[in-house]
C-alpha cells in the first residue's frame, strides 16, 4: 500500500517561487522506480487537472500547458521523495495540490484516472 505525504504549501504573493514535496513509502508491488509520479491541483469549484509528472524509472517529465517553463518536477530516488519547483506563480496557480503516484500510462497522459494512490493534498495560495 502506497503512501503519499506532501508538505510546503503556504501562501505567496504573485511572481514568487515555492517547492512543494512529496514522500512515498509503503511499495508494496514493484519497487519505486515502477511507478509514475505525479501532482495535480484542485482549485474551489474547478475539476482537478494534472500538473506535472515524472516517470521515476527513466527520469521523462510531462507537464501541463498552463505551467510549463514555470515549474519544474524532479525526484532524489535516495529518498522516494518527488518536488514542484514552481516559479513565477500566478494567482490562478491558488488550489489544493496533490501528489499522487500510478501507472507509467498515466505520465504523459496527465489523468488522475491513472493514479492509484494518492496524498492528502497541500495548500497553495497566490494572492
Known amino acids: 500500500h502506497v503512501q503519499l505525504v506532501e508538505s510546503g504549501g503556504v501562501s505567496v504573493q504573485a511572481g514568487g517561487t515555492l517547492r512543494l514535496s512529496c514522500a512515498a513509502s509503503?511499495?508494496?508491488?514493484?519497487?519505486?522506480?515502477?511507478?509514475?509520479m505525479g501532482w495535480f491541483r484542485q482549485a474551489p469549484g474547478k475539476e482537478r487537472e494534472g500538473v506535472a509528472a515524472?516517470?521515476?524509472?527513466?527520469?521523462?517529465?510531462y507537464y501541463a500547458d498552463s505551467v510549463k517553463g514555470r515549474f519544474t518536477i524532479s525526484q532524489d530516488k535516495a529518498k522516494n521523495t518527488v518536488y514542484l519547483q514552481m516559479n513565477s506563480l500566478k494567482p490562478e496557480d491558488t488550489a489544493m495540490y496533490y501528489c499522487?503516484?500510478?501507472?507509467?500510462?498515466?505520465?504523459?497522459?496527465?489523468?488522475?484516472?491513472?493514479?492509484?494512490?494518492w496524498g492528502q493534498g497541500t495548500q497553495v495560495t497566490v494572492s
Open positions: 499522487a503516484a500510478g501507472s507509467p500510462m498515466g505520465c504523459a497522459r496527465l489523468q488522475d484516472a491513472w493514479f492509484n494512490y
Open positions: 515524472i516517470y521515476t524509472g527513466g527520469g521523462s517529465t
Open positions: 509503503g511499495y508494496t508491488y514493484g519497487t519505486y522506480s515502477s511507478y509514475c
